[in-house]
Nanobody
Framework: QVHLVESGGGSVQAGGSLRLSCSQS?????????MAWFRQAPGKEREAVAT????????FVADSVKGRFTISQDSAKLTVYLQMNKLQPDDSAIYYC??????????????????WGQGTQVTVSS
């Protein structure tokens, strides 16, 4: 069983920054995994924000966040981060951490990821 716990969400004004963290525990944590951040705004589909393999290769970054968001991981701490800078109101959503197969890491499809956290709310005001 895998447990993912997100933290770091909150409310911020446009132009501000937040850093999300996702800690994982459980079995099967290897370098063959892929970790990702997805987000879902009200009335919209869940979309991939960024993905990274558990040995540190960034495999996907959404066009809408390129140059503003950075995904990283600390394998020793079993933690994945999402540094979000220059936040905009359109970034407001629930952000989810998820884990899946390394083989599917570049695709950014929610159906390819098996384990999900509960999500953390990010609200950006103008």
């Amino acid at each position: 069983q895998v447990h993912l716990v997100e933290s770091g969400g909150g409310s911020v004004q446009a132009g501000g920054s937040l850093r999300l963290s996702c800690s994982q525990s459980g079995s099967g944590i290897t370098s063959r995994n892929c970790m990702a951040w997805f987000r879902q705004a009200p009335g919209k589909e869940r979309e991939a924000v960024a993905t990274i393999t558990t040995d540190g290769m960034v495999r996907f970054v959404a066009d809408s966040v390129k140059g503003r968001f950075t995904i990283s991981q600390d394998s020793a701490k079993l933690t994945v981060y999402l540094q979000m800078n220059k936040l905009q109101p359109d970034d407001s959503a629930i952000y989810y951490c998820t884990r899946g197969s390394r083989l599917k890491c570049a695709g950014g499809r929610a159906t390819d990821f098996t384990f999900w956290g509960q999500g953390t709310q990010v609200t950006v005001s103008s």
